[in-house]
């Protein structure tokens, strides 16, 4: 038995793994690289293995990192089943032709560039019909459901509390005579998020393929998350101005929708005020998206089932209204009235936020309040950390209006989490490979196993093979040419890393330049950064350039 590490090792995206195992190929997770154009280049890569031979994919949840690319595989060629919950398979039916939808859009802006430059035109990575043709082979399974595969292969998804329909993945290969578990954990969940169950407990594995997204930081604010979420809305709606939300479609706003319902019937002083004023989900994929919680009860913890059994509808309040068309979206603009607006993209990179945010970023009364990560390079990160002016839609937008972060909301496990869920392990695994993470997370939680648990662990980079016996893991030689081109992508990554560093150093020293004029080596030392800064740049444009 082999197993292959295609994506998300030592990065955070592109979940995709290949288990090979008497004589069936199984991949598990099959996800996009997201964040720097360098990383989501390696989606356009071939494949490294022959499509046709792949016999299922196992599918951890929806999130597009571990299912964006099930319609290129489709597409070409594979002609397996794929396994995952009913929710996770409802969430693919609108979040894949989504994606289909946004990935045609993008090729058809670079090849505007393109044909401008006299370069040859490109195709999309796929459509949106190419992403409904790949529904047809989903085969949706309910949690704890044992599936025989061929090839004596067992496997069986428990809740990972991550996101509705998220799984925690169990694989039993029966090979020469001996029975050797897997556990995939895919995105392992916090426990108390609302709507969610927490993270099922499993009991063994001889091997482990474990996330580590959080795994050198705790979560903070997860306690008063909601009492600071209502003090920004109390304070800016008095001040008279607007509340935009940038918030994923998926998980979070209905998350964020969850806590506002709770707090909007409460008769305190201090929270009654959100009985008058107007939410609105203004992304249609959110909208879509909701409408899938509100038919998966059967996901729901215990406290979202009482509010169910009492007649309520968790995901539904007096002021709350779902804006579809871009009429309506529009509108939002045009009312005076103080209101929150709940919109996508979560990092500001696409979709109607970004009409929010010019509207809104200018204005001293209103608030921005980011929940959920900002990765570098993106317009929610530049904005987060700090940004005077900001180019939207083609304008440049100057930021007068209040930032917040509130780090409590998060659909990933943090370090305390990801530990106590292992030590509930009865008989703990031969070796833990650590993958979904960005090194010094990855580091950080390979010591603290060795040291708390006295385990084994490897931190696999793309194209890693390992040999799965019973008794132990054998590297093998790797898989491809796929190490190179990652040791490629990592040094890009740097060069982006110290680019971005550099901005905001550059920045911080134009405030000291300003209040000490006189200090020479001061000035010195911010004409350096920014001409290193300069030639970074160049670098970055002349790779991009090729990149289009």
């Not at 997770?29 to 360098?38: I, K, N, P």
Request: charged share 25%.
């Amino acid at each position: 038995m082999k197993l292959i590490f295609l994506g998300a090792a030592q990065t955070v995206t592109g979940s995709c793994f290949l288990l090979q195992a008497n004589n069936k190929n199984i991949l598990i997770d099959c996800g996009m690289f997201q964040g720097t154009s360098h990383e989501e280049n390696l989606n356009f890569e071939p494949w490294p293995f022959d499509v046709t031979s792949i016999d299922y994919l196992l599918l951890t949840h929806a999130h597009i990192d571990h299912s964006g690319k099930i319609p290129k595989l489709c597409k070409d060629g594979f002609k397996g089943k794929i396994y995952c919950t009913r929710a996770t398979a409802d969430l693919c039916a609108i979040m894949l032709p989504d994606s289909g939808y946004i990935q045609e859009s993008e090729a058809e802006w670079k090849n505007r560039k393109r044909k401008r430059a006299g370069k040859a035109l490109i195709e999309p990575l796929y459509t949106y019909q190419d992403a409904l043709k790949s529904l047809e082979f989903f085969e949706p399974i309910a949690y704890h459901e044992v599936v025989n595969l061929r090839g004596n292969i067992t496997i069986k998804f428990s809740d990972a509390g991550h996101m509705l329909g998220s799984s925690i993945l169990e694989i039993w290969v029966n090979e020469n005579n001996e029975e050797t578990k897997l556990v995939f954990t895919g995105d392992l969940g916090n426990h108390d998020i609302p709507i969610l169950k927490d993270p099922e407990r499993i009991y063994s594995a001889d091997y482990l393929i474990m996330e580590s997204t959080y795994g050198n930081r705790i979560h903070k604010e997860r306690e008063n998350k909601a009492r600071k979420l209502l003090n920004i809305i109390e304070e800016t709606i008095k001040k008279g101005g607007n509340v935009i939300i940038p918030s994923f479609a998926v998980g979070r706003t209905q998350e964020i929708i969850y806590e506002l319902f709770k707090h909007n019937e409460v008769d305190e002083d201090d929270v009654n005020f959100l009985n008058s004023v107007p939410v609105y989900v203004d992304s249609p994929l959110a909208i879509s998206a909701t409408e899938v919680f509100r038919n998966s009860l059967d996901c729901y913890d215990d406290e979202a089932r009482y509010y169910i059994k009492n007649g309520d509808n968790p995901l539904d309040f007096p002021t709350l209204a779902f804006t579809r068309t871009p009429e309506e979206s529009k509108s939002l603009n045009e009312d005076k009235e103080p209101k929150i607006i709940i919109s996508a993209s979560g990092m500001c990179e696409a979709g109607r936020i970004k009409h929010h945010l010019k509207h809104n970023l200018w204005r001293d009364d209103s608030t921005i309040l980011f929940v959920g990560y900002q990765a570098p390079g993106t317009l929610g990160r530049r904005i987060l950390y700090g940004a005077k002016k900001v180019k939207i839609l083609g304008e440049e937008i100057s930021i007068n209006a209040r930032i917040e972060n509130i780090e409590g909301y998060s659909g990933h496990a943090d370090q305390e989490g990801l530990l106590n869920w292992l030590k509930k392990f009865t008989k703990l695994p031969k070796k833990v490979f650590i993958v979904h993470g960005e090194p010094e997370a990855q580091e950080t939680l390979a010591k603290l196993l060795k040291k708390q648990l006295n385990l084994d662990t490897a931190i696999p980079e793309r194209g890693d093979n390992y040999e799965l016996t019973l008794h132990k893991a054998i590297p093998q030689k790797p898989f491809g040419e796929l190490k190179e081109n990652f040791l490629r992508l990592q040094l890009l990554a740097q060069v982006d890393a110290l680019s971005e560093e550099l901005y905001f150093l550059s920045r911080s020293l134009n405030k000291e330049v300003l209040n000490s004029k006189e200090d020479e080596e001061l000035m010195f030392i911010k004409a350096k950064i920014e001409d290193v800064y300069n030639q970074i740049e160049h670098i970055n444009k002349i790779i991009n350039n090729k990149a289009i």
